[in-house]
């Protein structure tokens, strides 16, 4: 049995009124369009719905049930338009980001915190890992947006758009031989030399092999396989290795505690693309818009760099 809400919605109107005429009055309706109309929901029903024997029309002991049902309909229908608005309005809501690894500990923070700052009424939640684990979760659809250092490919399912760009630079343990020379290295002086690698499925892991491939010294440096960038910085604080890291995740290691050093090398590793990435068959949510929005703005950079630290 279907109940057509448009005729629930004029026997109420009746109901309220105790009266057809009236009724029709308040909905721009003819009188006999209104007696059909409930008559047509009483045929349904297989129930009389209005005593129409008085002068007023009064619903029946069947009728003052569904009048007291239809009110509760409408009124939650007022309510779910009400959130609907909020939400759009972002006075409520969720926001789910994923980011890569990198992304995600040394930008997401502080954009989110942003983000939070003009729209407190949002719930913020974020994904973390390595790009292949990031791709996978968009593809499923368990995220909505994500934001990654280097970035997915653009297929026919992701759309992929470049915001933000950074650099690796070659760190060590403060102490190290080489940190002593003056001037740029040249990668030459690097062989024999530990690289602390990022784990396979790392957008930072492609950048390293292509780095140590272009210095020409692929061959004469050995590694180790190390997961996430904290732990990297860790392994290099505690003379394991060197390491090509993202320069955002070593400002406070190198400019405030002094735990690492940089080592400058020619030439030096090239910008990589910092890229916002989304399924192409996906309607973002007012939130995600919004974000989107402030990833593209001025107020959408990286929080600190390499040589501009807060006093």
Same mark, same amino acid.
């Given at each position: 049995?279907?109940?057509?809400?448009?005729?629930?919605?004029?026997?109420?109107?009746?109901?309220?009124?105790?009266?057809?005429?009236?009724?029709?009055?308040?909905?721009?309706?003819?009188?006999?369009?209104?007696?059909?109309?409930?008559?047509?929901?009483?045929?349904?029903?297989?129930?009389?719905?209005?005593?129409?024997?008085?002068?007023?029309?009064?619903?029946?002991?069947?009728?003052?049930?569904?009048?007291?049902?239809?009110?509760?309909?409408?009124?939650?229908?007022?309510?779910?338009?009400?959130?609907?608005?909020?939400?759009?309005?972002?006075?409520?809501?969720?926001?789910?980001?994923?980011?890569?690894?990198?992304?995600?500990?040394?930008?997401?923070?502080?954009?989110?915190?942003?983000?939070?700052?003009?729209?407190?009424?949002?719930?913020?939640?974020?994904?973390?890992?390595?790009?292949?684990?990031?791709?996978?979760?968009?593809?499923?659809?368990?995220?909505?947006?994500?934001?990654?250092?280097?970035?997915?490919? &653009?297929?026919?399912? !992701?759309? $992929?758009? %470049?915001?933000?760009?950074? *650099?690796? =630079?070659?760190? /060590? @343990?403060?102490?190290?031989?080489?940190?002593?020379?003056?001037?740029?290295?040249?990668?030459?002086?690097?062989?024999?030399?530990?690289?602390?690698?990022?784990?396979?499925?790392?957008?930072?892991?492609?950048?390293?092999?292509?780095?140590?491939?272009?210095?020409?010294?692929?061959?004469?440096?050995?590694?180790?396989?190390?997961?996430?960038?904290?732990?990297?910085?860790?392994?290099?604080?505690?003379?394991?290795?060197?390491?090509?890291?993202?320069?955002?995740?070593?400002?406070?290691?190198?400019?405030?505690?002094? &735990?690492?050093?940089? !080592?400058? $090398?020619? %030439?030096?590793?090239?910008? *990589?693309? =910092?890229?916002? /990435? @989304?399924?192409?068959?996906?309607?973002?949510?007012?939130?995600?818009?919004?974000?989107?929005?402030?990833?593209?703005?001025?107020?959408?950079?990286?929080?600190?760099?390499?040589?501009?630290?807060?006093?």
């Amino acid at each position: 049995m279907e109940l057509n809400l448009h005729r629930l919605w004029i026997f109420l109107k009746v109901v309220e009124h105790q009266g057809f005429s009236a009724a029709a009055h308040e909905l721009y309706m003819s009188q006999p369009s209104v007696s059909n109309q409930v008559r047509r929901l009483e045929q349904t029903l297989k129930v009389t719905l209005v005593d129409r024997s008085g002068a007023r029309a009064r619903p029946t002991a069947e009728g003052e049930v569904l009048a007291a049902y239809a009110k509760r309909v409408f009124l939650l229908a007022d309510e779910a338009v009400a959130a609907v608005q909020q939400v759009s309005s972002l006075e409520h809501g969720r926001l789910m980001v994923g980011g890569s690894t990198t992304v995600g500990t040394y930008l997401l923070p502080a954009l989110l915190a942003r983000f939070r700052e003009r729209y407190p009424g949002v719930e913020c939640d974020v994904f973390v890992g390595n790009n292949r684990a990031v791709a996978e979760r968009l593809l499923a659809g368990d995220i909505g947006i994500a934001v990654v250092a280097g970035g997915p490919a &653009a297929t026919a399912q !992701l759309l $992929v758009e %470049p915001v933000l760009e950074e *650099r690796l =630079v070659l760190v /060590a @343990r403060t102490g190290h031989p080489l940190a002593g020379r003056t001037g740029t290295l040249e990668p030459r002086l690097l062989a024999g030399e530990c690289f602390l690698m990022r784990e396979p499925g790392s957008h930072t892991r492609t950048e390293q092999e292509r780095v140590l491939e272009s210095w020409g010294i692929s061959e004469t440096v050995s590694r180790s396989d190390v997961w996430g960038p904290e732990a990297v910085k860790q392994c290099v604080g505690a003379g394991l290795g060197v390491a090509l890291i993202s320069e955002h995740a070593v400002v406070d290691d190198v400019e405030r505690s002094g &735990a690492l050093t940089i !080592l400058p $090398v020619h %030439p030096e590793p090239g910008p *990589r693309p =910092v890229s916002l /990435a @989304r399924r192409r068959d996906r309607l973002l949510s007012p939130a995600e818009r919004a974000f989107v929005q402030l990833l593209r703005s001025p107020d959408g950079s990286w929080p600190r760099e390499l040589g501009h630290v807060d006093e």
